[in-house]
């Protein structure tokens, strides 16, 4: 998945991706924003999640059809849940996607040499979580609507 383990101590916040390209994103968040749950692979990251951490929503695809980046932001409600035998587990979440004006497409973040490294960019097809470091995170924050930046770039100790 990535080159990189990621750890507590350097965890800003966790990416969720959505292909916008193969599911109507735009269609399934129109009548409810809200998003209570996603689906990530078991992996050791798995182990480092816990309820009350910030989570990022990303919108991916290719083929231009919507704008993609950064759609809602949000927490981790709590423990993943396993799926069937060889299945996706599912991370429960209390995330909002943000009104359309609001969300911060893959060109502008992509041209940030603070968030030019982050792990969407480099491996854009890794499994669900990715993850934000604490600096990304925080440059991140910067695009963001005050009140759904969250109040940290940083996970606080009561939230590992």
């Known amino acids: 998945m990535s080159d990189r383990r990621v750890t507590l101590d350097d965890l800003g916040a966790w990416l969720i991706k959505g292909n916008a390209d193969a ?3 735009t269609g399934r968040f129109a009548a409810d924003p809200r ?8 992996t050791y990251r798995l182990g480092l999640v816990d ?4 989570v990022v929503f990303w919108a991916s695809g290719s083929r231009g059809r919507t704008p993609y980046g950064v759609w809602g932001v949000g927490r981790v409600a709590g423990a993943p849940r396993p799926g069937p035998p060889g299945q996706a587990w599912t991370l429960p979440l209390d995330l909002t996607i ?7 497409r893959r060109d502008v973040l992509r041209a ?3 968030l030019a490294g982050a792990e969407v ?3 854009p097809q ?29 996970l606080a100790a009561s939230d590992r």
């Open 23 to 25: 599911t109507d994103l």
């Open 35 to 42: 998003v209570t749950g996603w689906c990530v692979r078991p």
């Open 51 to 54: 309820a009350g951490q910030p």
């Open 98 to 104: 943000l009104d359309e004006p609001l969300r911060v």
């Open 112 to 114: 940030d040499p603070r």
């Open 121 to 123: 960019f480099r491996q």
């Open 126 to 154: 890794a499994a669900n979580p990715s993850y934000l470091t604490v600096a990304q995170f925080t440059a991140l924050r910067a695009y963001l609507p005050a009140a759904s930046a969250g109040n940290s770039g940083k």
